[in-house]
Structure formats: C-alpha cells, structure tokens
C-alpha cells in the first residue's frame, strides 16, 4: 500500500526473481500476496525470454518487476529497449549483485497505449 | 547531451526532423536524451566523453520507402545517417555511428521474415529480424532447416552478416557473410537496387545465384558505407537426422600440427563441422614449473610436464551432422585420419543424438568429457546466455567488465601459424609495455571461418574503469594494431574507435584499396552522408575527420 500521499505505482503483471537468493524469493512472496505472477530464474532467462516475454512485449510492453542479478537486468534493458521500454526503478539490495527493479514503457509509449487501449 | 549532425544549422536541422516525422510519423522520430540513451554504445572506451559517438536522432521506418525519403532528405540538409539493423553489434561499437551527430536510422521495425524455403534452403528477410525471430519462424510452422546463429542471437542476421560476423555449425554457413544470396539496397541517392538475380525482374532464383551478370557489387555492403540494406537472403542449412560429437586429444606439443592438418582436410571435405580447438593443459596453468615453461615457450620442459601430469598438450572437438550411421563412419574416419600421423592420439566418444535434440538436451551442460562448447549454437538455437559475460548500461552501471572490445586477428589455418601467432602476440605484448602473464603457448586459434584462424592478443586490459585508464587502454590497443599489421596480422572487424586504425594497416602499395573505396564513396555518395567513416572510408565531406578520435 502506499504511504501517505504517495501516488500508487502500478502494479507489474510479472515478477522474475533468481531463486538462488533468498531476498529475492522474499520478494517473490510479497509479489503473490499482491497478485503478481511469478517466474524464477537462476541467472540464464533465455526460456523465459523465447517462451513468454518476446511475444508478450511484442504485443503490449507492459510493466514487469523483478529481483535478479545485475547481469539479468543489463540482458532484460538491452532487450526491452527494442520495444520502446525503460528500467524505470533500480534498487541494489545487499552486496551479493542482487537488484530490485522496474521495467515499464517507456513515456511516448504509455501515452500511445492509453490511446489504443492496449 | 544534446547534439547536432556537424556543419548543420539548428534551423536546418529542425527541418530535416520534421521532414522524417512526416515520413515515418511522430512516434519514430527520437531526440530526446531518453529515447537515444538506447543508441549509445554503453561499452566504449570513449562513453561520457566530449567525444563519445552519440547519435543527435534516430528515426525508425517501417518500410522500403520511408528508408528511401529519409535518405532524400538527408541528402537535401547534409544530415550523415548511420543504419543499423538491431543495434546489438556490441564489442564492434553496438548501435553507435562514426560521426558524432549522425542520425540513427533504426531499421528494427522492419522486421518481416518474407520467406524461408525449407527445399531449396533459403530465407529472405528484413534487417529488423533477429536471429531470435528468424528461428521462431522456423520453429512454428515446423521447417526443417537451420538457421546459423552468433552468441548471443538477439541480433540480425543482415546486420551481423553485413559486418562479417560468423556462427557455429557447419563452415559455409558460418560465414555469414559468404552464406547470402542476393540483397536489396537503397542507394545513397534515394535509388533501390538489388543485386544478383534480384535485378532481373522476373527473376524466380534471386536466393540461389548470387553472382547475376556482370561485377557483383555486393561486397561493398559488407562493412560498408555504399547503401542501406533493405532486404537481404540466406542460405539455410537443411536440418540433419543426427548429431554426434567427439574429443581428440594429442600428446605433444608440436602433434597439434598434424592435427591441425587433419581437421582442415575433414573441413573441407565437409565431413566436420566447426571444430573446436583447445588445451588440456589450462589445468596446469596452477603449476609454476610449467607456468614459467609455458611463458618462455620451452616446448620439451612443456611436453616433460604435461606427461608427468597424465595430459595431453592440445585437444578438438569434432562435430557432425548427417545420418546415425554416417556420423558414426565420420567419426572412425577421424579417429583413423588423425592416428595415421598422431601417434598416441586419443579418442573419446561425445554424445549421439538424433536432431532435433530436445530442450534438455540442448541445454545439458555435462557429458562424456568436459567442454566449452555450447551446444545451443552447434545446433542453430539461438541463445543470450552467453552476454552474462559482460555489461554495463545506464541504468545498470555496476559492471563486471568496465568495457568490451572485440579484436581478433586473423591467423593462416595451420599449427605452425599458431605457434608464429602465439610467439609474435607474446613479443608484441612485451614490445607494447604489457607482457602476457597468460602464458600464450597454450591459446589456440578459432575456427569460425572455415578457411582461417581468428586469434585475440590474449592480453588484459587492467584499470580502464576511469577515463584516464581508458584513454591508456585505447593508446595501447592502437599500438597492438601496429605491431601485428607489421608481422602481418590484420583485424577483421573493429568498434567505430579503432576503424581507422584497422583500416590505416590495409596499406598495401600506398592504400590502393582505402583509395580505390573512397573513390567509389565519392561517386556513389557524393554528399558523403552514409555512414561516414565506416571501415575507414571517408568520403570528401567528411575527410577532415579521418582519425579524428585518436586525439
């Protein structure tokens, strides 16, 4: 929830978290209390990529969240900037390269989603 | 940040965006900070600099004919354009121009796969498709060919095939470059062109003669700076039955030219594909005897050590494809090529599988014997696992390589060559004030061009996470350029920071062939605005900047 006057952040429609660490799987369960769907990897997201986030963001580059390895996230923007998207929030956790972050599309294209509904 | 195309007034330049907005529409025109952050090349040694290469906008057709008018307008405003398919050239400059101030023309919307024929093994594609998408294609209406896939394969196969980029499976396809078939180009005039038998209209075999009639000009789009690709073929290798693979390994140190020997013959007799070099001997690298031994390159105290450990000095690792059985008969036909002139060769069987292999065969990563090799790309499935190696970007600035260049020389395809090679890098590497502590008598060279070896200096870049280290690092790699192009050792690819200096070794009798391309560029682009600077060719309009970024 937020806090005080804090506008609400919308609501990611996945969560990807390494499940080597256990700050990550803790952020995993907080993401299904809040409805969240999950996907895990262990650093290589290369299924993950081909069998669901390729299509999906082709469709609609949605917003998606995640806790990972600062490697996984430099793979994720790379790619996300070929669907106009931007990481729109980083927070390194801990010392071991683990990241929380966002993904979501980027300003010209959120606006031209409202448009088409998508 | 913010940047203009150089010698263009702000009023001219201002025109000429509008001018693309009409063409493509508001949403793929970018000059934003944001919206080009995407077209910087986050692993260059000049990044953050007064000189970084950063684009001042990029504008993304859709179709031949925005790629036509983009250009006409250049033309018109002397705006320079740099095309780039998915911009994931990264090592060789990523999506970044040569010319501060260019604008990017994104070609990543175009991104039709038009056709793949799984009986005469071809595609046609747009140089928006990824090697990803390619595959997908394939994938989901069951084709049964192959496509040839770099590591990782986020990229297009016209982008990497147009800057010489190479794959893994079997040697005519892994040049990719040499594995097309016709293209269509926009020329630097507006005109579209297309080579091959793409120039005879009705033409039904543009994907299977590449030649057409008369001088084929399709070389001047590798690494060039001639035209914009718009389409562009490839042959595909029809998928096998089978797959198998197996390990030789050769006792002494100077068996790996035999070995060698035996493995170019089976390449190009087409019984192999890619083969995979290496040395047992890394285990050793512990060893203080046999680190000292290997770094003076004293191969009987090496050969004495590796013996005492039980290991043998060099290894392949052979792959082929065909048929359970002719894979089976190809491979004892290795073992007794290779034991013919290897006496003590040893032989150890891989896997057997029938293709396609499954999922968790493709990503299995134990097996008979250890081994660096990654199936995925012997089996042309693309992956992107292999970019964990590197990365640094904005938004994710804690890297674990503070850059990333690629520099591979090449190198004659035989075990004498390597050993000149390893001897020659070792004394450059001194000569240039950073002496190899790898000991360079146990690299090897790659063989992802069936006809030559590829190899790096093998040396590290130590402190290049500041400016000044950088700076250091850059003076240093152009130094290496010099003293290999003496022995002659040339790069075939090189980042937009070393492209004139690359270019500069490929001099022979007073640059006739940097003479003889500019020549070309001026005639055919006479306003210079493609790509200038690409691969060293400069055009007249922009000559004033030749080796501008050494500084």
Not at chain 2, 9 to 36: H, N
Not at chain 2, 134 to 142: D, H, N, S, T, V
Request: a negative charge.
């Amino acid at each position: 929830m937020p806090a005080g006057n804090e506008p609400a952040r919308p609501q990611p429609g996945l969560f990807i978290f390494d499940e080597r660490f256990p700050d990550a799987v803790a952020l995993s369960r907080q993401a299904i209390l809040d409805g969240v769907r999950l996907a895990s990897t262990r650093d290589v997201f290369t299924n993950l990529w081909y069998a669901e986030l390729d299509m999906g963001w082709r469709r609609t580059p949605g917003i998606v969240a995640g806790a990972t390895t600062d490697r996984t996230l430099h793979i994720l923007e790379t790619l996300a900037l070929d669907r106009q998207m931007r990481v729109t929030d980083r927070t390194v956790i801990g010392g071991d390269g683990l990241v929380c972050w966002t993904l979501g599309p980027a300003p010209r294209h959120r606006a031209s989603q409202k448009v088409t509904g998508a | 940040m913010a940047t203009r195309p150089p010698g263009v007034s702000e009023q001219d330049f201002q025109r000429a965006l509008t001018e693309f907005r009409e063409a493509v529409g508001d949403d793929w025109v970018f000059s934003s900070d944001e919206d080009l952050h995407a077209y910087r090349d986050h692993f260059s040694y000049i990044k953050d600099q007064p000189n970084e290469l950063i684009p001042s906008a990029a504008v993304g057709p859709q179709e031949v004919e925005q790629v036509q008018a983009i250009v006409r307008t250049a033309n018109r405003y002397r705006i320079p354009l740099y095309a780039i398919s998915t911009g994931k050239n990264f090592a060789y400059g990523g999506p970044s121009p040569n010319v501060r101030g260019s604008v990017t023309v994104d070609l990543k919307r175009m991104n039709r796969v038009l056709e793949v024929d799984a009986s005469r093994n071809f595609a046609l594609v747009e140089p928006g498709v990824s090697y990803i998408d390619l595959y997908r294609y394939i994938q989901e209406r069951g084709l049964k060919v192959w496509i040839d896939t770099p590591d990782p394969g986020w990229g297009s196969p016209i982008g990497n095939a147009l800057d010489h980029g190479i794959g893994y499976t079997m040697g005519f396809y892994r040049d990719h470059f040499g594995a097309h078939c016709g293209m269509e180009v926009v020329l630097p005039n507006g005109e579209l062109m297309r080579t091959g038998m793409g120039a005879l209209p009705a033409s039904k075999s543009w994907h299977e003669y590449r030649h057409g009639y008369g001088p084929d000009p399709s070389g001047l789009f590798g690494q060039g700076s001639f035209g914009i690709v718009t389409k562009m073929g490839f042959r595909l290798m029809p998928q096998p039955e089978h797959w198998r693979n197996g390990l030789v390994t050769v006792p002494r140190r100077r068996d790996f030219i035999a070995l060698v020997d035996r493995v170019n013959y089976m390449t190009d007799l087409s019984i192999i594909g890619e083969p995979w070099y290496g040395s047992p001997l890394q285990q050793l690298l512990g060893n203080t005897e046999f680190r000292e031994a290997a770094l003076a390159f004293n191969e009987e105290e090496m050969d004495r050590l590796a013996a005492a450990a039980g290991l043998h000095s060099f290894q392949v690792e052979l792959q082929f494809y065909g048929s359970e059985r002719t894979t089976l008969a190809n491979w004892e036909y290795a073992q007794e090529l290779i034991s013919r002139v290897v006496p003590g060769a040893r032989f150890t069987d891989g896997e057997s599988l029938p293709v396609p292999l499954t999922h968790e065969q493709i990503h299995e990563t134990t097996g008979p014997y250890p081994t660096n090799m990654r199936r995925n790309i012997t089996q042309g499935v693309p992956g992107i696992g292999v970019w964990y190696q590197t990365g640094r970007t904005e938004q994710n600035p804690n890297s674990w390589n503070e850059t990333h260049i690629g520099l591979f020389s090449l190198v004659g395809r035989s075990g004498e060559a390597v050993f000149q090679a390893q001897r020659d890098f070792a004394d450059i590497a001194t000569r240039v004030g950073m002496p190899s502590t790898f000991p360079n008598a146990i690299q090897t060279g790659v063989n992802w061009y069936q006809f030559s070896f590829l190899m790096g200096n093998g040396f590290a870049l130590g402190g290049a996470a500041t400016p000044e280290g950088k700076q250091r690092a850059t003076v240093m790699l152009r130094r290496i350029l010099e003293e290999n192009a003496k022995l002659g050792y040339g790069d075939y690819r090189a980042p937009p920071i070393l492209q004139d200096d690359v270019a500069n070794q490929y001099s022979f009798n007073d640059h006739a062939l940097r003479r003889f391309n500019e020549t070309l560029k001026n005639a055919i682009d006479p306003n210079g605005i493609l790509s200038p600077g690409r691969a060293g060719i400069w055009p007249a309009a922009y000559g004033n900047l030749r080796g501008s970024l050494r500084g």
